[in-house]
């Protein structure tokens, strides 16, 4: 009889072996890659706290003389305008086909001028031209942009492409 109990003592050790190395381990697996997910979680909603915690960054202030047009003269402000973009047209390579200045409007403690300019251009150019309208020490608003690409022969050097873009600034309101 003890070698029968040793016996199936010897089973039920293997069958308790089999039972670990199989299944349990596999769920031993999954928790610890939950907690390691957690873990993760955990650092990260700490660094969200933190985040909440930190007092937000300083801001600086506009300097509204910079960034508005002169309040001397409407014509003047238009013309400052039409100026720098011809000139941003021409260092970003963009060919200008025509300005139209556009109804200047009142708004809160400035009156807003535009111009709305059609041109032909490769993308790149585009681009370019984009990026110096809005990081123009001035403060500028492009909008309403249009853009029509030509179809050309197979083979054939790509045209360009025509646009047209709404492009607004802020005129200082005479002081009276």
Known sequence: ??????????????????????????????????????????????????????????????????????ADSAAQADALLQQMLKAAAAASGVAIEGLQVLQPEPVEGATRIGVRLKGRADIAALDHLLYAIEASHRLLYPDNLEIEARTVAAGAKPAPLEFQLDVSGFRAAKQT
Not at 3 to 9: E, I, K, N, Q, S
Not at 33 to 58: I, M, S
Request: glycine share 6%.
């Open 1 to 70: 009889m003890t070698r029968a109990r040793a016996a199936a003592l010897l089973i039920l050790l293997v069958l308790l072996a089999g039972l670990w190395i199989g299944p349990v381990t596999a769920y031993r697996g999954l928790v610890d890659d939950g907690a390691a997910r957690l873990d993760a979680a955990e650092k990260l909603l700490a660094r969200y706290q933190a985040l909440l915690r930190a007092p937000p960054p300083a801001t600086t202030a506009i300097d509204a003389a910079a960034a508005l047009f002169p």
